[in-house]
């Protein structure tokens, strides 16, 4: 089964710009591995960020943008804000539809 | 607006069958390319995938889960469901439904195994 592989954690300052990426270990990212993005905050179920590579939903802050960067998927925040910390998964698809999730990336903003 | 709701024991006991319903409204089980998927979270870990069901297409399940595992659908109660046998106290966890084609999720239910 392919491995999806994400930063443990990343911190950024409050109003700054952070880069989270999700890897894959059958070769480079594309938009037909579907990647999604979710944001969990302790004791809450998961929310979808992002969607197929980039789309986002009505609740999505208008902050958060997903694309494709250097292989892989990559989940941009751009103006941090306090609310952001949380830990952020992604989750890519395969033959089959069988999706596998990254190990989700910790992120502080501080 | 898609909503999914799980809903099931919070406690079984060892070597039992865990048994859980996603109830889903704002979309129909049974129209729509969509992956009906379980999902589980261990305490203070990552999220594990453990299988869909897709209404013409069938069922897939996580290899490491694949022999204890059954996703069914009740198109009738517009409902999928997942049943788990032969629990352990490593089945602890939370489990959540989730629609594909825009990832909606369920709040998810807190499972015990534990006699």
């Known amino acids: 089964q392919a491995v999806v592989t994400q930063e443990p954690s990343l911190t950024v300052s409050p109003g700054g710009t952070v880069t989270l990426t999700c890897d894959s270990s059958t070769g480079p990212v594309t938009s037909g591995h579907w990647p999604y993005w979710f944001q969990q905050k302790p004791g809450q179920a ?3 960020l992002i969607y197929d ?22 989940l941009t925040l751009s103006g941090a804000q306090p609310d952001d910390e949380a830990d952020y998964y992604c989750s890519l698809s395969y033959t089959g539809n069988r999706g596998v999730f990254g190990g989700g990336t910790r992120l502080t903003v501080l | 607006q898609v909503h999914l709701q ?13 048994s859980l319903t996603c109830t889903v409204s704002g979309s129909s ?12 979270q261990h305490p203070g870990k990552g999220l594990e995938y453990i299988g869909y069901i897709h209404y ?41 439904c989730v629609r594909s084609h825009g990832g909606y999720w369920g709040q998810g239910t807190l499972v015990t195994v534990s006699s």
């Open chain 2, 29 to 40: 089980i049974s129209s729509g390319n969509y992956y009906w998927t379980w999902v589980r």
């Open chain 1, 46 to 48: 998961p929310k979808t």
């Open chain 1, 53 to 74: 590579t980039r789309n986002k939903h009505s609740w999505t802050p208008a902050r958060f943008s997903g694309s494709l960067l250097g292989g892989k998927a990559a």
């Open chain 2, 56 to 96: 013409s297409e069938g069922t897939y399940y996580n290899p490491s889960l694949e022999s204890r595992v059954t996703i069914s659908i009740d198109t009738s109660k517009n409902q999928f469901s997942l049943i788990l046998s032969s629990v352990t106290a490593a089945d602890t966890a939370v489990y959540y």
């Open chain 2, 6 to 18: 799980e809903s099931g024991p919070g406690l079984v006991k060892p070597s039992q069958t865990l």
